[in-house]
C-alpha cells in the first residue's frame, strides 16, 4: 500500500428541512454576498429556491451548460462584488458555479482552464444544496 495523506475540508449537512440552514452556514464561512446559481425546474416548482434565495441569482442552467451562462455569470459577481456562489440543483449547476467561481479573479478567459492553458490559482468560495443524489460534481 501506498502513503498518502487526505485532507478535504468540506462540512456535508444532511436531513429533512437542512435548507434552512443554508444562511447561516454561508455566514459561518465568511461569505458577504453570494450569488445563487440555479436551472429552473424541479427547484422552483418544489420551493426549495423560494427557501434559500438571497442576495443575488444567476439562473437558467441547462443540462450541458454553455459558456454563455459563464461569462454572464463572471460579469455579475464582478459588478456585484459578489465572494461566493451558492449552487442550488444538480451537476451542471454545479459546475457551472465552479467555471464562474474559477472565473471570476482571473484576468484572462475561464477555458483556459479547461484547455490547459492555465491553472486554477484563486477562485470564490462555492457551496451547494444538492437536489440530486446522482451528482457527480
Known sequence: MNNFIFYSPTEF????????????LVQKYGA????IVYGG???????????????CMLGGVQP?????KV????????KES?????????GSVIDT????????PYDGDFWDFYIGKAVVAEA????VVLTIPAAGS
Open 13 to 24: 449537512v444532511f436531513g429533512r428541512d437542512t435548507e434552512a440552514q443554508t444562511g447561516a
Open 32 to 35: 458577504r454576498k453570494v450569488m
Open 41 to 55: 425546474g424541479s427547484v422552483i416548482r418544489s420551493g426549495l429556491l423560494a427557501r434559500v434565495e438571497k442576495y
Open 64 to 68: 450541458n451548460p454553455i459558456d454563455t
Open 71 to 78: 461569462y454572464e455569470g463572471i460579469d455579475l459577481c464582478r
Open 82 to 90: 459578489v465572494d461566493m456562489m451558492l449552487a442550488v440543483g444538480g
Open 97 to 104: 458555479a465552479k467555471a464562474i467561481a474559477a472565473g471570476v
Open 124 to 127: 470564490l468560495k462555492v457551496a
